[in-house]
């Protein structure tokens, strides 16, 4: 890899990764697999960046690598250990401790793939156009995805009466 190409990857990465850090823990329901789904991310990103640099969006070549190194990890059966408690960038999480982790522990009582669409679309800023390129698949699906992991974040948040969390 040339200087140039280096110091752009190096660039890129810097200036992305508080943010790619916050989707693939989302993701991963996890932080500490959140940073490693990153880390395999830019590793990945690393080897191929030359293609990745000439992309007409590279954050959404980032995100969907990002979204494919998740896939390709839920699908590996490893065993993980839980070693942080919280996120790993304070200024995101919300204002109240309890509050953050309570959506966070919602996040993942989410389905998979409905998890994915809340992540990109509301944790990754993306639209739901951007959110279907990333995943591949029609905006209707990312809108139907969203309609139903919004309703079951809301119910794992405010369980009916009766139901035990």
Same mark, same amino acid.
């Given at each position: 890899?040339?200087?140039?190409?280096?110091?752009?990857?190096?660039?890129?990465?810097?200036?992305?990764?508080?943010?790619?850090?916050?989707?693939?823990?989302?993701?991963?329901?996890?932080?500490?697999?959140?940073?490693?789904?990153?880390?395999?991310?830019?590793?990945?990103?690393? $080897?191929?960046?030359?293609?990745?640099?000439?992309?007409?969006?590279?954050?959404?070549?980032?995100?969907?690598?990002?979204?494919? $190194?998740?896939?390709?990890?839920?699908?590996?059966?490893?065993?993980?250990?839980?070693?942080?408690?919280?996120?790993?960038?304070?200024?995101?999480?919300?204002?109240?401790?309890?509050?953050?982790?309570?959506?966070?522990?919602?996040?993942?009582? #989410?389905?998979?793939?409905?998890?994915? $669409?809340?992540?990109?679309?509301?944790?990754?800023?993306?639209?739901?156009?951007?959110?279907?390129? #990333?995943?591949?698949?029609?905006?209707?699906? $990312?809108?139907?995805?969203?309609?139903?992991?919004?309703?079951?974040?809301?119910?794992?948040?405010?369980?009916?009466?009766?139901?035990?969390?």
């Amino acid at each position: 890899m040339r200087t140039e190409e280096r110091d752009a990857y190096v660039e890129y990465v810097t200036a992305s990764t508080p943010r790619l850090r916050r989707i693939a823990t989302l993701l991963a329901g996890d932080p500490a697999r959140g940073d490693d789904l990153l880390q395999e991310t830019l590793t990945r990103l690393f $080897v191929h960046w030359k293609r990745a640099s000439k992309a007409d969006n590279l954050d959404r070549y980032v995100h969907r690598m990002l979204y494919r $190194v998740f896939i390709d990890d839920r699908r590996r059966k490893w065993a993980s250990v839980r070693l942080l408690d919280q996120m790993p960038e304070a200024e995101h999480a919300a204002a109240d401790p309890a509050e953050a982790l309570a959506v966070r522990n919602a996040l993942r009582q #989410v389905p998979k793939g409905q998890r994915v $669409v809340l992540v990109l679309r509301y944790f990754g800023d993306l639209s739901v156009q951007e959110a279907a390129d #990333v995943l591949g698949c029609s905006t209707g699906t $990312v809108k139907s995805q969203t309609a139903r992991g919004l309703e079951a974040l809301k119910t794992a948040l405010n369980p009916p009466a009766g139901a035990t969390r």
